[in-house]
Protein backbone atom coordinates (compact mmCIF):
# COMPACT_ATOMS: atom_id res chain seq x y z
CA UNK A 1 0.00 0.00 0.00
CA UNK A 2 1.19 3.47 -1.04
CA UNK A 3 1.62 5.99 1.76
CA UNK A 4 1.01 9.20 0.57
CA UNK A 5 2.06 11.01 3.19
CA UNK A 6 5.79 9.45 2.83
CA UNK A 7 5.42 10.05 -0.60
CA UNK A 8 4.24 13.65 0.40
CA UNK A 9 7.52 14.60 2.62
CA UNK A 10 9.81 12.85 -0.02
CA UNK A 11 7.91 15.63 -2.77
CA UNK A 12 8.48 17.88 -0.22
CA UNK A 13 12.31 17.02 0.08
CA UNK A 14 12.94 18.19 -3.13
CA UNK A 15 11.17 22.05 -2.82
CA UNK A 16 13.95 24.86 -3.92
CA UNK A 17 12.91 27.33 -1.68
CA UNK A 18 15.92 29.68 -1.38
CA UNK A 19 13.80 32.85 -0.72
CA UNK A 20 11.29 31.70 1.61
CA UNK A 21 12.35 28.48 2.81
CA UNK A 22 8.76 27.12 3.14
CA UNK A 23 8.97 23.63 1.42
CA UNK A 24 5.59 21.79 0.66
CA UNK A 25 5.16 18.91 -1.05
CA UNK A 26 2.33 17.27 -3.24
CA UNK A 27 1.37 13.74 -4.44
CA UNK A 28 -1.16 12.51 -6.80
CA UNK A 29 -2.43 9.13 -6.81
CA UNK A 30 -3.99 7.26 -9.71
CA UNK A 31 -6.44 4.38 -10.29
CA UNK A 32 -3.70 2.38 -11.51
CA UNK A 33 -1.13 3.36 -8.22
CA UNK A 34 0.98 4.88 -10.02
CA UNK A 35 1.96 8.39 -8.38
CA UNK A 36 3.61 11.34 -9.39
CA UNK A 37 5.29 14.37 -7.02
CA UNK A 38 5.08 17.54 -7.15
CA UNK A 39 6.83 20.60 -5.10
CA UNK A 40 7.39 24.25 -5.00
CA UNK A 41 9.81 25.80 -6.69
CA UNK A 42 11.02 29.69 -6.65
CA UNK A 43 12.75 32.21 -8.44
CA UNK A 44 13.79 35.36 -7.25
CA UNK A 45 10.80 37.06 -9.42
CA UNK A 46 8.17 35.49 -6.78
CA UNK A 47 5.66 36.13 -9.83
CA UNK A 48 7.27 33.13 -11.66
CA UNK A 49 7.30 30.62 -8.92
CA UNK A 50 5.17 27.80 -8.66
CA UNK A 51 3.53 25.42 -6.07
CA UNK A 52 3.64 21.87 -5.45
CA UNK A 53 0.14 21.67 -6.33
CA UNK A 54 0.31 22.90 -9.92
CA UNK A 55 3.93 21.13 -10.65
CA UNK A 56 2.91 17.90 -9.44
CA UNK A 57 -0.51 18.62 -11.98
CA UNK A 58 1.55 20.13 -14.67
CA UNK A 59 3.56 16.88 -14.13
CA UNK A 60 1.51 14.53 -14.95
CA UNK A 61 -0.69 16.12 -17.75
CA UNK A 62 3.05 16.44 -19.29
CA UNK A 63 3.57 12.76 -18.71
CA UNK A 64 0.53 11.89 -19.80
CA UNK A 65 -1.57 11.33 -17.16
CA UNK A 66 -5.75 11.07 -18.14
CA UNK A 67 -6.43 13.49 -14.98
CA UNK A 68 -10.08 11.42 -14.68
CA UNK A 69 -7.90 9.08 -13.39
CA UNK A 70 -6.71 10.89 -10.08
CA UNK A 71 -8.20 9.42 -7.20
CA UNK A 72 -6.41 11.50 -4.75
CA UNK A 73 -3.99 14.31 -4.23
CA UNK A 74 -2.12 14.74 -0.49
CA UNK A 75 -0.79 18.18 0.13
CA UNK A 76 1.81 18.54 3.00
CA UNK A 77 3.34 21.77 4.41
CA UNK A 78 5.18 22.75 7.72
CA UNK A 79 2.08 24.93 9.10
CA UNK A 80 0.27 24.29 12.23
CA UNK A 81 -2.89 23.08 11.05
CA UNK A 82 -3.50 21.41 7.65
CA UNK A 83 -1.87 23.51 4.69
CA UNK A 84 -4.30 24.89 2.71
CA UNK A 85 -3.61 25.56 -1.30
CA UNK A 86 -3.42 29.83 -2.87
CA UNK A 87 -6.03 30.60 -5.01
CA UNK A 88 -4.29 30.11 -7.98
CA UNK A 89 -3.72 25.97 -7.10
CA UNK A 90 -7.33 26.31 -6.20
CA UNK A 91 -8.27 27.29 -9.52
CA UNK A 92 -6.02 24.52 -11.30
CA UNK A 93 -6.79 21.53 -9.03
CA UNK A 94 -10.79 22.49 -10.51
CA UNK A 95 -9.89 22.44 -14.13
CA UNK A 96 -7.64 19.50 -13.97
CA UNK A 97 -9.21 17.27 -10.94
CA UNK A 98 -12.56 16.00 -10.90
CA UNK A 99 -14.81 17.69 -8.27
CA UNK A 100 -14.74 14.22 -6.29
CA UNK A 101 -11.26 13.70 -5.75
CA UNK A 102 -10.20 13.67 -2.62
CA UNK A 103 -7.90 16.07 -1.34
CA UNK A 104 -5.74 15.39 1.86
CA UNK A 105 -4.64 18.58 3.30
CA UNK A 106 -1.55 18.02 6.30
CA UNK A 107 0.83 19.33 8.14
CA UNK A 108 4.62 17.66 9.00
CA UNK A 109 2.58 15.97 12.19
CA UNK A 110 0.26 14.65 9.43
CA UNK A 111 -3.15 16.72 11.22
CA UNK A 112 -4.53 16.02 8.02
CA UNK A 113 -8.21 17.53 6.92
CA UNK A 114 -9.95 15.53 4.40
CA UNK A 115 -11.98 17.06 1.18
CA UNK A 116 -13.20 16.95 -2.19
CA UNK A 117 -12.36 19.39 -4.82
CA UNK A 118 -16.04 21.11 -5.13
CA UNK A 119 -15.55 21.35 -1.18
CA UNK A 120 -12.09 23.36 -1.24
CA UNK A 121 -12.96 25.40 -3.93
CA UNK A 122 -17.33 25.45 -4.51
CA UNK A 123 -17.94 28.01 -6.30
CA UNK A 124 -15.15 27.93 -9.08
CA UNK A 125 -14.48 29.82 -12.43
CA UNK A 126 -14.54 26.91 -15.17
CA UNK A 127 -14.87 26.74 -19.13
CA UNK A 128 -18.85 26.81 -19.13
CA UNK A 129 -17.96 30.77 -17.73
CA UNK A 130 -16.34 31.56 -21.00
CA UNK A 131 -19.48 31.29 -23.21
CA UNK A 132 -17.70 29.43 -26.05
Request: charged share 20%; proline share 2%; with cysteine.
Amino acid sequence: MIDLFKEGLIARSYAYVKYSNFRVGAVLLFKNGDIVRGCNVENASYGLSNCAERSAIFSAISQGYDMNDCVEMLIVGDTKLPISPCGACRQVMSEFLKKDTKITLTNLTNVSKVMTVEELIPYSFSDKDLNL
